[in-house]
């Protein structure tokens, strides 16, 4: 893997037990990182971690992500991106809210 896209990151990935599952990572090319919830570590991602509420990806320089969500909606995060996944109190069942913070996204979007 290449370098860390921020300074701080966790030596040993957080395992997260609970949480409301909302998508996952399906493939991954290059750099990708995870901030986990209340952390300001990042996380390096590998292909198949589940995403869950509150979290933020972000890719690096020449590389890539395939989010896949629970309504089978896709995203792909192109290079230099982030991406928060979000909820509100009354969204249940498949419903989300994703933020660009910054950089490009393709959206597949399913009824």
């Not at 209340?38 to 989010?67: C, F, M, P, Q, R």
């Amino acid at each position: 893997m290449t370098g860390s896209l921020y300074e701080a990151v966790r030596p040993d990935p957080i395992i997260l037990i609970e949480g409301t599952k909302i998508a996952s990572l399906d493939k991954l090319q290059g750099s990708v990182q995870v901030r986990h919830e209340d952390h300001t570590l990042w996380d390096y991602a590998s292909k198949g971690d589940i995403l869950y509420k509150n979290e933020v990806i972000a890719t690096g320089e020449s590389s890539k992500a395939l989010i896949s969500f629970n309504n089978n909606s896709t995203l792909i995060l192109e290079p230099n991106t982030q991406l928060a996944l979000t909820m509100t109190e009354e969204d249940k069942g498949s419903s989300f809210v994703v933020t660009l913070l910054k950089g490009k996204i393709k959206a597949g979007i399913k009824k």
